[in-house]
């Protein structure tokens, strides 16, 4: 595999099993529509059609599953990820048995389709936030099974991701405070934790007021302040209070209206997680051409 993406994740994520498992899924004991109507020497040609303005996302992922289904498909790139595509742009075109060919449609489209419209999302945060240091992240709000494909979508629309799951990095949020006992305690306790394991892994923490920030200002040892349902107005002082001894992240029901307000306060980061639970997909066709 050449993409970067999928090599940084591999150990977290088997992209050959995810595809064997979606395969199984949808399959089952064979794709009967096909195999009863298309002769299994036919030999056909499909396209990619973009039916809606957007960013287009997951050309890498359909051409590695082009490559597992069946080595002899011929796969023509036509437009790479991250572009801005408009209704009528062809993406790509792939050759091969036609059989396996409609077989592997719909897998193909799920994944881009739902990758473009993630993206799609992140550049219009992003575009928002132009003039300011704001980066627009994701959350750990993602499909169970998909967070690989989700994550990825977000970096191709221009945003980054936060952490990847629970295992590297540690996020003190307001439940883990509440029941260590206090921030003072939960900062402890993380850093006895980190000794004892031997672990260097980030630390971010959240809080709820004020007088939070100025606990964490004088206990230090964090890494990250997570300003967690603040008003703009609230976030400013925040920030101003932090006085950047500390890396900042909103987050709360960030959208579009919003965005560009609290990117206008200074902070580093401004996580959404309606940016993987709550989109639409990119309408994309996959079509068979003579």
């Not at 195999?35 to 990619?48: D, F, Q």
């Not at 394991?197 to 200002?217: A, G, P, Q, T």
Request: hydrophobic share 40%; with cysteine.
């Amino acid at each position: 595999m050449t993409n970067s993406y999928i090599r940084s994740h591999a150990r977290h994520f088997n992209f050959n099993q995810f595809i064997k498992d979606a395969f199984n899924e949808d399959v089952g004991d064979g794709d009967h529509t096909s195999l009863s109507t298309i002769p299994a020497s036919h030999k056909g040609k499909m396209r990619l059609f973009v039916k809606e303005d957007g960013i287009l996302a997951g050309m890498e992922a359909a051409k590695e599953i082009f490559r597992i289904t069946d080595p002899s498909f011929r796969f023509k790139q036509l437009i790479k990820d991250g572009t801005q595509v408009k209704k009528g742009d062809v993406a790509f075109e792939v050759t091969g048995n036609s059989q396996k060919l409609l077989t592997t449609e719909r897998l193909v489209l799920n994944i881009m389709q739902r990758m473009s419209g993630i993206a799609t999302h992140t550049y219009e945060l992003m575009q928002l936030c132009k003039g300011t240091k704001a980066k627009v992240i994701d959350t750990r709000k993602t499909t169970p099974g998909f967070r690989f494909f989700e994550k990825w979508a977000v970096v191709i629309g221009g945003g980054a991701n936060h952490r990847y799951g629970l295992f590297d990095m540690i996020l003190i949020k307001d439940n883990h405070i509440d029941f260590a006992g206090g921030i003072s305690k939960a900062i402890d306790a993380v850093h006895a934790y980190q000794k004892k394991n031997k672990k260097k892994l980030k630390v971010e923490i959240e809080v709820r007021s004020l007088n939070d920030i100025k606990e964490i200002l004088k206990k230090g040892g964090v890494d990250r302040i997570l300003i967690d349902n603040f008003t703009p107005a609230e976030t400013k002082k925040a920030i101003a209070l932090i006085d950047g001894k500390f890396q900042t992240e909103s987050s709360g029901g960030i959208n579009k209206k919003t965005i560009r307000a609290y990117a206008q306060t200074g902070v580093d980061f401004i996580s959404v997680g309606a940016l993987t639970h709550h989109v639409s997909s990119l309408d994309l066709s996959l079509k068979a051409v003579k």
